[in-house]
């Protein structure tokens, strides 16, 4: 039973979970993620894993509830358990002794990148990490970072909180001050991902992106995650979730990540209005 040991409120619509799934928690290593349906009626997510707990066997999960099954996800309570949780999924990163990694994190891609930065860290890596949100509202998971980085730069769009600027900007300002950066890790929007890659591009800087696509089983089957990377198709989940940013067409898989939008929309619609009607009944 994946029973929910702890959940907090951290940012609107942003909770940390501490789930009980020991067997998880033994074999996870930083990158992978599991695949997690809230209810047996919900839908399946991927959720990237931040750390894990061998002692204690639990797994930290970042969830911002932006669609049907993380709102669902959002509504359970400490004490109640998830319907299924499958995993680790996924490749592990790359981890050596590269010298100085920057990590960029926008909104909850912070967390999907803290276990990396972690990681490259006790590999001997000087860790400079770059974190962004919208406002002082959004900002998370500031303590973690701080423990695991050698420099923290943490922004926001309106200047509400840290330094005023997006992420991409404050990477421009490194390489700007002769900061010698000789790999770059990125997680988060899309969009910020293809800025980033364009950005260590002209500095011959390797990049390296966790990817976010539409998912469902998670195992390679659906074909669902397909995106292109250096002109061939993969799947993000079995030959991922990271990738080199320079071989990764963000155009495409922006276009698939936006596809099933408006369907989301309506079943979440639909979801409601059930809900409603239960209640009619109920009274």
């Known amino acids: 039973m994946f029973e929910i040991k702890t959940k907090t409120k951290i940012a609107p619509d942003i909770f940390r979970f501490e789930i009980y799934a020991p067997l998880i928690a033994k074999k996870f290593q930083a990158g992978q993620f599991i695949v997690l349906r809230p209810l047996e009626s919900s839908e399946r997510v991927p959720l990237t894993i931040m750390k894990a707990n061998r002692e204690a066997g639990t797994i930290t999960l970042i969830v911002k509830a932006i669609g049907l099954s993380t709102r669902q996800l959002a509504e359970l309570k400490e004490g109640d358990a998830v319907a299924d949780l499958l995993g680790p999924l996924g490749k592990p990163s790359e981890i050596g002794k590269f010298g100085t990694v920057v990590v960029v994190g926008g909104g909850v891609g912070t967390a999907v990148a803290f276990a990396v930065a972690q990681t490259l860290k006790e590999a001997g890596n000087r860790i400079i990490i770059i974190s962004g949100a919208r406002d002082q509202s959004f900002v998370i998971l500031e303590d973690d970072l701080r423990e695991i980085s050698d420099e923290l730069i943490m922004a926001t769009d309106d200047g509400s909180y840290g330094v005023k600027g997006f992420v991409t900007e404050l990477l421009k300002d490194l390489y700007r001050k002769g900061e010698q950066i000789d790999r770059v890790i990125a997680a988060g929007p899309l969009p910020m991902m293809k800025l980033i890659a364009d950005i260590t591009r002209e500095h011959g800087t390797p990049t390296i ?75």
């Open 209 to 283: 992106v966790s990817l976010n696509p539409i998912m469902v089983d998670g195992i390679g089957m659906c074909g669902g995650c397909r995106a292109l990377v250096n002109g061939k198709i993969v799947f993000v989940c079995v030959d991922g979730p990271e990738f080199d940013a320079h071989q990764v067409d963000f155009d495409s898989l922006m276009r698939r990540n936006n596809a099933y939008r408006d369907i989301e929309q309506e079943k979440e619609h639909a979801c409601k209005l059930d809900a409603q009607i239960e209640e009619m009944k109920r009274a």
